[in-house]
Structure formats: C-alpha cells, structure tokens
Nanobody, 116 residues
Framework: QVQLVESGGGLVQPGGSLRLSCAAS????????MGWYRQAPGKQRELVAQ???????NYADSVKGRFTISRDNANNTVYLQMNSLKPEDTAVYYC??????????WGQGTQVTVSS
C-alpha cells in the first residue's frame, strides 16, 4: 500500500512564500513522475507542477516563474516551493503519484490560503 503524507500548507500574505512537502512510503515503483495538483472552492482539480524521475519539470502557466518543483528520489519526496503567492493561489494542494497499472495515489491535501 502506498501512502502520501503532505506538510507545509498554511496562511500567508500576498507576496509571501510557502514550501510544501510530500513523502511517499510503501511499495513504490521508482521511475515515475510526482507532482502537485490543487483545487479551489467550486473549481475542478488542476495541475500545478510535475517532475519526472530525471528532473524534467512541467508547470501550469499560472505558476511559471513563481513555483519550483523538486524531488528527492532516494527518499521518495517531492517539494513545491511557492513564491510571490497570490490570492488566486488559495486552494487545497494535493500530492500526486502515478504507479504501474494505471494506479494513481493522492495525498490527503493541504490547505494554502493567501490573504491579507
């Protein structure tokens, strides 16, 4: 069984920064991408950023230049450094881990609120 444990959310003022972490444990097949999605109230879940095992990244246009995704393959951990946060970044952020056979695992979600 695979578990994803997220941390690092919270309340921050516009222009501030937060760093999210997601540690994966269990029977994990390496070599797969990891990433972050988010869901704001009344909206669909959307991709924020992905990173493959080789370090190639993909970002939503709305966060390019402000967010940085990274990963520690040895510890099956993915990070999301969020800078210059805006109120529209307010959402529940979910860690994402695809695995063989079409299985997809999600974290429990961590709330990020950007407000003055």
């Amino acid at each position: 069984q695979v578990q994803l444990v997220e941390s690092g959310g919270g309340l921050v003022q516009p222009g501030g920064s937060l760093r999210l972490s997601c540690a994966a444990s269990g029977s994990i097949f390496s070599g797969y991408a990891m990433g972050w999605y988010r869901q704001a109230p009344g909206k669909q879940r959307e991709l924020v950023a992905q990173i493959n095992s080789g370090g190639i990244t993909n970002y939503a246009d709305s966060v390019k230049g402000r967010f940085t995704i990274s990963r520690d393959n040895a510890n099956n951990t993915v990070y999301l450094q969020m800078n210059s946060l805006k109120p529209e970044d307010t959402a529940v952020y979910y860690c994402w881990l695809p695995q063989p056979g079409g299985r997809t695992y999600w974290g429990q979600g961590t709330q990020v609120t950007v407000s003055s």
